[in-house]
């Protein structure tokens, strides 16, 4: 784990160099959220799951045994993700997005944008991909949208080419504001 409060930029240049390992951009949040949930793998989950695996080795017949294929298979899903987390909580880069600069949109950036062809306002803050939730407004930095989005300032127009078409769309506002990531 790094601590990054250099200004973004920095992490963008790390992300493009083909010999340094790819950097997962990320707030302590999204960091603690991933370490969570390796400890509720490793520690709940997983050892359920071979419980489950010794009780249907006890059944006998493992042919014909469905108790046990799907534990088996729970296993494999769960070493996986527990692979992928590894990845990814190795690659982080822990961003402080408060201490950034807001003047151009970046991590953490909260960016007030108006479709031009609608005239509605549309409102998303830029966070890592393990932080994202379009439903809330926050979209991952390496989303189509996002990508596109960084480094624009207050007033400019931007054509974005995404999945659903292209959109163009003026930015109303660019500026930090705290990160509500999960509303219970």
Known sequence: MNFCYNPFIKILKLQRDKNMKKVEPM????????QAEVKDLKEIKRPGVVKAIEEALEHGD???????HAAKEQQKQI???LDELADIIGNAQIVDPSELAHAKI???STVVMTDMDTDEAISYTIVGGCESNPDVGLISFSSPLAKQLLGKEEGDEVKVRLPGGE???????????EIIFETH
């Open 27 to 34: 707030t302590l949040f999204g960091y603690n959220k991933l």
């Open 62 to 68: 493992l042919k014909e045994n469905a108790e046990y």
């Open 79 to 81: 070493d996986g993700r």
């Open 106 to 108: 970046s991590f953490g």
């Open 167 to 177: 959109k163009e769309y003026e930015i109303e506002e660019v500026k930090y504001q």
